[in-house]
Protein backbone atom coordinates (compact mmCIF):
# COMPACT_ATOMS: atom_id res chain seq x y z
CA UNK A 1 0.00 0.00 0.00
CA UNK A 2 1.13 3.19 -0.95
CA UNK A 3 0.67 7.04 0.64
CA UNK A 4 -2.03 8.85 -1.97
CA UNK A 5 -0.42 12.06 -0.86
CA UNK A 6 3.13 11.51 -1.38
CA UNK A 7 3.63 7.95 -2.72
CA UNK A 8 5.96 6.15 0.50
CA UNK A 9 5.26 2.81 1.15
CA UNK A 10 3.36 2.22 4.04
CA UNK A 11 2.18 -0.99 5.92
CA UNK A 12 -1.43 -2.02 5.94
CA UNK A 13 -1.86 -1.73 9.70
CA UNK A 14 -0.69 2.57 9.31
CA UNK A 15 -2.95 5.09 10.08
CA UNK A 16 -0.74 7.79 8.71
CA UNK A 17 2.26 7.70 6.10
CA UNK A 18 5.08 8.18 8.43
CA UNK A 19 6.84 10.02 5.61
CA UNK A 20 4.88 13.23 5.39
CA UNK A 21 2.31 12.68 8.00
CA UNK A 22 -0.79 12.24 5.98
CA UNK A 23 -3.82 10.19 7.47
CA UNK A 24 -4.73 6.95 5.43
CA UNK A 25 -7.78 7.16 3.96
CA UNK A 26 -9.56 3.59 3.58
CA UNK A 27 -13.38 4.50 2.96
CA UNK A 28 -14.99 6.23 -0.26
CA UNK A 29 -15.98 9.82 0.30
CA UNK A 30 -19.73 9.59 1.33
CA UNK A 31 -21.94 12.47 2.74
CA UNK A 32 -21.35 11.21 6.46
CA UNK A 33 -17.74 10.94 6.46
CA UNK A 34 -17.13 13.88 4.62
CA UNK A 35 -19.25 15.93 7.28
CA UNK A 36 -17.30 13.66 10.19
CA UNK A 37 -14.54 15.33 8.47
CA UNK A 38 -15.91 19.16 7.95
CA UNK A 39 -16.66 19.12 12.21
CA UNK A 40 -12.92 17.54 12.49
CA UNK A 41 -11.17 20.15 10.70
CA UNK A 42 -13.55 23.22 12.52
CA UNK A 43 -15.14 22.47 15.80
CA UNK A 44 -12.40 19.69 17.05
CA UNK A 45 -10.25 21.52 19.58
CA UNK A 46 -6.98 20.15 18.59
CA UNK A 47 -7.77 22.29 15.16
CA UNK A 48 -5.30 24.88 14.34
CA UNK A 49 -8.24 27.54 13.40
CA UNK A 50 -10.36 26.93 16.54
CA UNK A 51 -6.81 26.67 18.73
CA UNK A 52 -5.83 30.03 17.51
CA UNK A 53 -9.01 31.80 17.88
CA UNK A 54 -9.30 30.54 21.42
CA UNK A 55 -5.91 31.37 22.48
CA UNK A 56 -6.10 34.68 20.77
CA UNK A 57 -8.76 35.88 23.23
CA UNK A 58 -7.34 34.10 26.31
CA UNK A 59 -3.46 34.30 25.74
CA UNK A 60 -3.05 35.92 22.77
CA UNK A 61 0.95 36.20 23.72
CA UNK A 62 1.51 32.16 23.11
CA UNK A 63 0.00 32.77 19.22
CA UNK A 64 2.09 35.76 18.43
CA UNK A 65 5.49 35.65 20.24
CA UNK A 66 5.47 32.00 19.25
CA UNK A 67 5.16 33.13 15.61
CA UNK A 68 7.81 35.38 15.43
CA UNK A 69 10.20 33.50 17.27
CA UNK A 70 9.89 30.68 14.82
CA UNK A 71 7.22 28.50 16.23
CA UNK A 72 5.14 27.83 12.77
CA UNK A 73 3.06 25.07 13.72
CA UNK A 74 1.01 25.23 16.54
CA UNK A 75 -1.51 28.08 15.10
CA UNK A 76 -2.71 29.43 11.87
CA UNK A 77 -0.18 31.51 10.70
CA UNK A 78 -1.02 35.68 9.92
CA UNK A 79 -1.72 35.28 6.18
CA UNK A 80 -3.93 32.51 6.44
CA UNK A 81 -5.99 33.81 9.34
CA UNK A 82 -6.12 36.95 7.45
CA UNK A 83 -7.54 35.96 4.52
CA UNK A 84 -9.89 33.80 6.22
CA UNK A 85 -11.34 37.16 7.98
CA UNK A 86 -11.15 38.99 4.39
CA UNK A 87 -13.35 36.21 3.29
CA UNK A 88 -15.79 36.64 6.00
CA UNK A 89 -15.69 40.25 5.54
CA UNK A 90 -16.90 39.95 1.70
CA UNK A 91 -19.22 37.25 2.10
CA UNK A 92 -20.71 39.60 4.75
CA UNK A 93 -20.44 42.68 2.30
CA UNK A 94 -22.64 40.51 -0.29
CA UNK A 95 -25.10 39.45 2.38
CA UNK A 96 -26.13 43.09 3.21
CA UNK A 97 -26.18 44.80 -0.63
CA UNK A 98 -28.26 41.46 -1.47
CA UNK A 99 -30.43 41.83 1.87
CA UNK A 100 -30.39 44.73 4.33
CA UNK A 101 -28.68 47.50 1.96
CA UNK A 102 -31.94 49.75 3.56
CA UNK A 103 -30.60 49.80 6.83
CA UNK A 104 -26.93 50.89 5.80
CA UNK A 105 -27.80 54.40 5.25
CA UNK A 106 -25.23 55.59 7.14
CA UNK A 107 -25.67 59.02 5.37
CA UNK A 108 -29.38 58.98 6.80
CA UNK A 109 -27.96 58.39 10.13
CA UNK A 110 -24.82 61.29 9.95
CA UNK A 111 -27.57 63.42 9.36
CA UNK A 112 -29.84 63.03 12.28
CA UNK A 113 -26.83 64.24 14.27
CA UNK A 114 -26.48 68.08 15.06
CA UNK A 115 -22.96 67.95 14.23
CA UNK A 116 -23.82 67.09 10.28
CA UNK A 117 -26.46 70.04 10.28
CA UNK A 118 -24.59 72.18 8.24
CA UNK A 119 -24.39 72.68 4.06
CA UNK A 120 -20.89 71.75 3.95
CA UNK A 121 -21.60 68.33 5.79
CA UNK A 122 -24.45 67.98 4.06
CA UNK A 123 -22.79 68.36 0.79
CA UNK A 124 -20.06 65.99 1.79
CA UNK A 125 -22.63 63.04 3.12
CA UNK A 126 -24.34 63.63 -0.29
CA UNK A 127 -20.95 62.44 -1.96
CA UNK A 128 -20.74 59.70 0.34
CA UNK A 129 -21.35 56.43 -1.42
CA UNK A 130 -22.57 53.65 0.87
CA UNK A 131 -22.18 51.08 -1.88
CA UNK A 132 -18.48 52.11 -2.28
CA UNK A 133 -18.00 52.50 0.98
CA UNK A 134 -18.43 48.61 1.79
CA UNK A 135 -16.79 47.48 -2.05
CA UNK A 136 -13.73 49.44 -0.57
CA UNK A 137 -14.23 47.88 2.94
CA UNK A 138 -11.70 45.29 2.80
CA UNK A 139 -9.45 47.37 0.98
CA UNK A 140 -9.31 49.85 3.31
CA UNK A 141 -9.31 47.19 6.44
CA UNK A 142 -6.08 46.08 5.05
CA UNK A 143 -4.80 49.32 5.07
CA UNK A 144 -5.63 49.62 9.04
CA UNK A 145 -2.61 46.66 9.85
CA UNK A 146 0.10 48.70 8.68
CA UNK A 147 -0.93 51.95 9.83
CA UNK A 148 -1.56 50.63 12.82
CA UNK A 149 2.09 48.53 13.04
CA UNK A 150 3.91 51.73 11.98
CA UNK A 151 2.32 53.72 15.21
CA UNK A 152 3.03 50.77 17.19
CA UNK A 153 6.66 49.97 15.79
CA UNK A 154 6.89 53.95 17.18
CA UNK A 155 5.54 53.62 20.63
CA UNK A 156 6.78 49.97 21.34
CA UNK A 157 10.42 51.16 19.67
CA UNK A 158 12.11 49.86 22.93
CA UNK A 159 10.58 46.28 22.83
CA UNK A 160 13.13 45.42 19.68
CA UNK A 161 10.47 44.09 17.31
CA UNK A 162 10.69 45.19 14.11
CA UNK A 163 8.15 46.85 11.86
CA UNK A 164 7.18 43.07 10.03
CA UNK A 165 6.52 41.70 13.67
CA UNK A 166 4.25 44.50 14.71
CA UNK A 167 2.46 43.77 11.03
CA UNK A 168 2.07 40.06 12.31
CA UNK A 169 0.60 41.79 15.98
CA UNK A 170 -2.20 43.53 14.19
CA UNK A 171 -2.71 40.71 11.45
CA UNK A 172 -4.06 38.62 14.11
CA UNK A 173 -5.85 40.91 16.13
CA UNK A 174 -7.44 42.55 13.52
CA UNK A 175 -8.86 39.31 11.40
CA UNK A 176 -9.80 37.82 15.10
CA UNK A 177 -12.15 41.53 15.44
CA UNK A 178 -13.16 41.28 12.14
CA UNK A 179 -14.54 37.80 12.24
CA UNK A 180 -16.30 38.38 15.22
CA UNK A 181 -17.66 41.18 14.19
CA UNK A 182 -18.70 39.83 11.25
CA UNK A 183 -20.51 36.84 12.96
CA UNK A 184 -22.13 39.03 15.74
CA UNK A 185 -23.04 41.42 13.25
CA UNK A 186 -24.77 39.34 10.97
CA UNK A 187 -27.32 38.40 13.93
CA UNK A 188 -27.99 41.59 14.85
CA UNK A 189 -28.64 41.73 11.20
CA UNK A 190 -30.95 39.34 11.17
CA UNK A 191 -32.83 40.09 14.89
CA UNK A 192 -32.81 43.69 14.56
CA UNK A 193 -31.43 44.98 11.40
CA UNK A 194 -31.78 49.13 12.55
CA UNK A 195 -29.09 48.24 15.33
CA UNK A 196 -26.73 47.17 12.65
CA UNK A 197 -24.79 50.91 12.27
CA UNK A 198 -25.00 51.41 16.35
CA UNK A 199 -23.43 48.19 16.37
CA UNK A 200 -20.78 48.80 13.67
CA UNK A 201 -19.47 52.14 16.32
CA UNK A 202 -19.89 50.09 19.52
CA UNK A 203 -17.25 47.78 17.77
CA UNK A 204 -15.03 50.77 18.02
CA UNK A 205 -14.11 50.61 21.76
CA UNK A 206 -14.06 46.64 21.58
CA UNK A 207 -11.35 47.02 19.43
CA UNK A 208 -9.13 49.80 21.60
CA UNK A 209 -9.89 47.55 24.72
CA UNK A 210 -8.80 44.62 23.16
CA UNK A 211 -5.61 45.79 21.85
CA UNK A 212 -4.96 47.34 24.83
CA UNK A 213 -5.10 43.51 26.45
CA UNK A 214 -3.19 42.16 23.83
CA UNK A 215 -0.49 44.46 24.03
CA UNK A 216 -0.21 44.58 28.11
CA UNK A 217 0.29 40.45 27.79
CA UNK A 218 2.81 40.78 25.22
CA UNK A 219 4.81 43.55 26.60
CA UNK A 220 4.56 42.77 29.47
CA UNK A 221 3.57 46.11 30.45
CA UNK A 222 2.21 47.36 33.79
CA UNK A 223 -1.14 48.83 34.45
CA UNK A 224 1.11 52.68 34.20
CA UNK A 225 2.47 52.23 31.40
CA UNK A 226 0.08 50.44 29.29
CA UNK A 227 -1.79 53.82 30.19
CA UNK A 228 0.82 56.04 29.21
CA UNK A 229 1.19 54.17 25.82
CA UNK A 230 -2.24 53.82 25.12
CA UNK A 231 -2.54 57.77 25.22
CA UNK A 232 0.11 57.85 23.23
CA UNK A 233 -1.21 55.73 20.57
CA UNK A 234 -4.31 57.62 20.46
CA UNK A 235 -2.55 60.96 19.78
CA UNK A 236 -0.39 59.45 16.89
CA UNK A 237 -3.52 57.65 15.93
CA UNK A 238 -5.44 61.43 15.70
CA UNK A 239 -2.74 63.23 14.09
CA UNK A 240 -2.55 60.83 11.50
CA UNK A 241 -6.47 61.32 11.01
CA UNK A 242 -6.15 64.65 10.87
CA UNK A 243 -3.55 64.46 8.49
CA UNK A 244 -5.30 62.31 5.85
CA UNK A 245 -8.81 64.29 6.21
CA UNK A 246 -6.68 67.45 5.57
CA UNK A 247 -5.29 66.08 2.54
CA UNK A 248 -9.06 64.20 1.53
CA UNK A 249 -10.70 68.11 2.04
CA UNK A 250 -7.86 69.44 -0.60
CA UNK A 251 -8.17 66.57 -2.50
CA UNK A 252 -12.15 66.67 -2.84
CA UNK A 253 -11.65 70.54 -3.73
CA UNK A 254 -9.42 70.06 -6.27
CA UNK A 255 -11.87 67.46 -7.56
CA UNK A 256 -14.91 69.98 -7.72
CA UNK A 257 -16.55 67.57 -4.96
CA UNK A 258 -17.82 70.49 -2.52
CA UNK A 259 -16.91 74.49 -2.72
CA UNK A 260 -14.86 76.56 0.18
CA UNK A 261 -17.69 78.05 0.36
CA UNK A 262 -20.09 75.61 1.75
CA UNK A 263 -18.59 75.33 4.69
CA UNK A 264 -19.22 79.23 5.43
CA UNK A 265 -21.96 79.75 8.15
CA UNK A 266 -25.21 81.43 7.64
Known amino acids: MNCKNCHAQLLEEDDYCNKCGAKVIRKRLTLRNLFEHLSETFFNYDNKLLRTI ?9 VIAPYINGVRKRHVNPISFFGLSLTLSGLSVFLIQKFYIEYFDIVAWFSNLEIFNNPGSKQALANYSTNDSLEYSSLIYSAIVP ?15 NFTEHIVIYLYSMSLVSIFSVLVGQVVLFISPTSYIPFVFLTYPVILVYHCYLLKRI ?14 FLIVFFILYIIIGILSFILGLLLGQYNVGDFKPK
Do not use: G, H, Q
Not at 54 to 62: A, F, G, H, N, Y
Not at 147 to 161: E, M, N, P, T
Not at 219 to 232: D, V
Open 147 to 161: VFALISWIIFWDKKY
Open 219 to 232: FNLSPLELLARTLL
Open 54 to 62: IDLCVRPEE
